[in-house]
């Protein structure tokens, strides 16, 4: 015989309970976050393969390609947002580039507290002999997965990117 409810008299739907969303024990092994970091390590590890041939760190990497890819000059604040890196790695990293030869740095005309930084032929064609060989070690990295998972990869990371950006607390 199935249960009604008291009030209606109509059949009860019972209830599986929920799997649990939220575990109540942490497995290191199947924690996202641990799992994530894990897989940046070791894309890291993997490209930078190619930009350590040259003498660049991983900071200085990520300057010289933004400022590579967009050809133009930014102000090191715009670096930062583009880059999610913190201002002082930013401001060494640009000073690296600019011992070495491969970015100039001045004063922003709009506001002269600011530098503008950007790329000289020399920078250029280190990001332009770089590319490349980053673009084959993503090749490699993705090897093993269709276009479509691929495509599915990044638009999951910029989900969980977005979701991790507006659960900070400011």
């Not at 739907?13 to 799997?19: Q, T, V």
């Not at 070791?42 to 350590?52: G, Q």
């Not at 280190?126 to 269709?146: D, F, H, I, K, T």
Request: hydrophobic letters at 40%; glycine letters at 8%; aromatic letters at 4%.
């Amino acid at each position: 015989m199935q249960e009604r409810c008291s009030a209606c008299r109509a059949p009860r739907i019972l209830r599986r309970p929920l799997p649990r969303l939220r575990p109540t024990r942490l497995t290191l092994h199947d924690f996202l976050p641990y799992r994530l970091s894990l897989a940046a390590n070791a894309v890291s590890a993997l490209l930078a393969e190619a930009y350590e041939g040259v003498g660049l760190r991983p900071q200085e990497w990520r300057v010289l390609a933004i400022l590579g890819e967009g050809g133009e000059a930014l102000t090191q604040q715009e670096v930062v947002g583009r880059t999610k890196m913190d201002k002082v790695s930013v401001s060494r990293a640009a000073q690296a580039l600019e011992a070495r030869g491969w970015l100039r740095r001045s004063p922003d005309r709009e506001d002269g507290r600011s530098l503008r930084i950007r790329l000289t032929a020399a920078g250029k064609r280190g990001y332009e002999s770089l590319v490349p060989l980053v673009l084959e070690r993503e090749e490699r990295l993705v090897a093993g997965l269709s276009p479509r998972e691929i495509s599915e990869l990044r638009g999951l990371l910029a989900r969980l990117e977005a979701a991790a950006e507006g659960s900070r607390s400011r």
